[in-house]
C-alpha cells in the first residue's frame, strides 16, 4: 500500500512557505499525489522511509517535521467512521492530528480543553498514533492544537478531516 507524508508546518499564516505542487512535481519518480496546501503527500511507488524522508528533506527549502504514514492505516481510520456522533457543522472543524512516532504519554481520551468553560477542543479518541477531534473556529483553539505536542511528549501535525478524506480517495484510486 502507499505511504502519506505530512509536514508539519508548512504554508500556515505567511510562514515557511512551499509550493505542494512544485515539490510533487520534483518528485515524480516516486509517483506523488499532493493533497492541498498543508503539505500532504500520497507516495504511490513502493519506497523506505528512510529513503522518503530524506528524498522530501534534501528538497524542502527549510527544516521541516515530516511524518510519514501506511496509507492502509488512514483507510482503517475512515472505516471506522470515528465522527458518526459528531455530524459537519460550521463552527466546529472535525480533525484528525498524527503523531510523528508513538507517544511518550498516553492521557486518555475524551480530553476537553480548556478543561472548564466551554470547550475549544476535544479529543475524542486516539487509534495508534492518530488522535481525531474536535475545534471550535476560533482563533484560541489553534493554540490548544499547538499544545497537542506537549500532551503526548511528540511532535503532531493536524488535518481537517476533509483532507483525511481524501487521502483515503486517493488512496482508493491508487489500488483501482
Given at each position: 500500500m502507499a505511504l502519506?507524508?505530512?509536514?508539519?508546518?508548512v504554508n500556515v499564516g505567511g510562514h515557511r512557505k512551499l509550493r505542494p505542487t512544485t515539490l510533487a512535481a520534483h518528485l515524480k519518480h516516486l509517483r506523488v499525489v499532493n493533497i492541498g496546501a498543508a503539505g500532504t503527500f500520497v507516495i504511490q511507488r513502493p519506497v523506505?522511509?528512510?529513503e522518503?524522508?530524506?528524498?522530501?528533506?534534501?528538497r524542502l527549502p527549510f527544516d521541516a517535521e515530516i511524518v510519514i504514514c501506511q496509507g492502509r492505516d488512514?483507510?482503517?481510520l475512515l472505516s471506522r467512521d470515528?465522527?458518526?456522533?459528531?455530524?459537519?457543522?460550521?463552527?466546529?472543524v472535525r480533525f484528525v492530528s498524527v503523531l510523528s512516532r508513538s507517544p511518550r504519554l498516553t492521557p486518555s481520551p475524551p480530553m476537553r480543553f480548556p478543561t472548564t468553560g466551554k470547550w475549544l477542543l476535544?479529543?475524542?479518541?486516539?487509534d495508534k498514533r492518530f488522535v481525531f477531534g474536535l475545534y471550535r473556529r476560533?482563533?484560541?483553539a489553534i493554540s490548544y492544537l499547538g499544545a497537542l505536542d506537549r500532551v503526548f511528549g511528540v511532535p503532531v501535525t493536524t488535518r481537517n478531516w476533509n483532507t483525511i478524506t481524501a487521502i483515503a480517495k486517493t488512496l482508493g484510486e491508487v489500488a483501482s
Open positions: 502519506v507524508v505530512l509536514l508539519r508546518g523506505r522511509r528512510a522518503l524522508r530524506a528524498e522530501f528533506a534534501s488512514i483507510v482503517k470515528v465522527f458518526s456522533d459528531h455530524p459537519p457543522r460550521r463552527d466546529i476535544k479529543i475524542l479518541g486516539r476560533q482563533m484560541k
